[in-house]
T-cell receptor, first 115, second 113 residues
Framework: DTGVSQDPRHKITKRGQNVTFRCDPI?????LYWYRQTLGQGPEFLTY????????KSRLLSDRFSAERPKGSFSTLEIQRTEQGDSAMYLC?????????????FGPGTRLTVL | AQTVTQSQPEMSVQEAETVTLSCTYDTSESDYYLFWYKQPPSRQMILVIRQEAYKQQNATENRFSVNFQKAAKSFSLKISDSQLGDAAMYFCAYPSGTYKYIFGTGTRLKVLA
């Protein structure tokens, strides 16, 4: 297993465009998380899936954001009508039964720049 | 509210010396985990060390150890024999509720040759 992967690694878009990011978790992990990290800050929780069910969403996740995890495997995070304030690193993490699901394994992130 | 505080935005250490990064947290839970993650520049976040709150013994992983003081809600990371590869952002993290992490703001560690 090669760990959590994210695609693309970098995305530059113009304000108002839609973007979609993909995350492939570690194969045996049934929990998947999305975080947003702005420069010089710690990651902030956005949303969480257990299998295909989205169980929790942060108030940071406005109506322009939507996340899915069809069939409980990979996940996508879509941002509609991007704004300059959406520029950030978007991190995906997954966890499994080991350590009581508490240990999360992170992907390399997708860095979004909105011009 | 559950919070994690890292009060040192930046720390410097000479190669081969020891440095301690501070973290305090606030929770009403009695049993939980705490984690330190390392995020090198432009690279992904990796786990450095974990501590289980019900264990009184401080966790150790090679050159990395913690000083966990549950009553004080303090969870500091000690790096011994610092190496150039230790230079990174270090984040303290607390799993909350459904195990979403609450992160501190991070400490940037510089290692001086």
């Amino acid at each position: 297993d090669t760990g959590v992967s994210q695609d693309p690694r970098h995305k530059i878009t113009k304000r108002g465009q839609n973007v979609t990011f993909r995350c492939d978790p570690i194969s045996e992990h049934n929990r998947l998380y999305w975080y947003r990290q702005t420069l010089g800050q710690g990651p902030e929780f956005l949303t969480y899936f257990q299998n295909e069910a989205q169980l929790e969403k942060s108030r940071l996740l406005s109506d322009r954001f939507s996340a899915e995890r069809p069939k409980g495997s990979f996940s996508t995070l879509e941002i509609q009508r991007t704004e300059q304030g959406d520029s950030a690193m978007y991190l995906c993490a997954s966890s499994g039964p080991g350590v009581g699901y508490n240990e999360q394994f992170f992907g390399p992130g997708t860095r979004l720049t909105v011009l | 509210a559950q919070t994690v505080t890292q009060s040192q935005p930046e720390m410097s250490v000479q190669e081969a010396e020891t440095v301690t990064l501070s973290c305090t947290y606030d929770t009403s839970e009695s049993d939980y985990y705490l984690f330190w993650y390392k995020q090198p520049p432009s690279r992904q976040m990796i786990l450095v060390i974990r501590q289980e709150a019900y264990k009184q013994q401080n966790a150790t992983e090679n050159r990395f150890s913690v000083n966990f003081q549950k009553a004080a809600k303090s969870f500091s990371l000690k790096i011994s024999d610092s190496q150039l590869g230790d230079a990174a952002m270090y984040f303290c993290a607390y799993p909350s509720g459904t195990y979403k992490y609450i992160f501190g703001t991070g400490t940037r560690l510089k290692v001086l040759a």
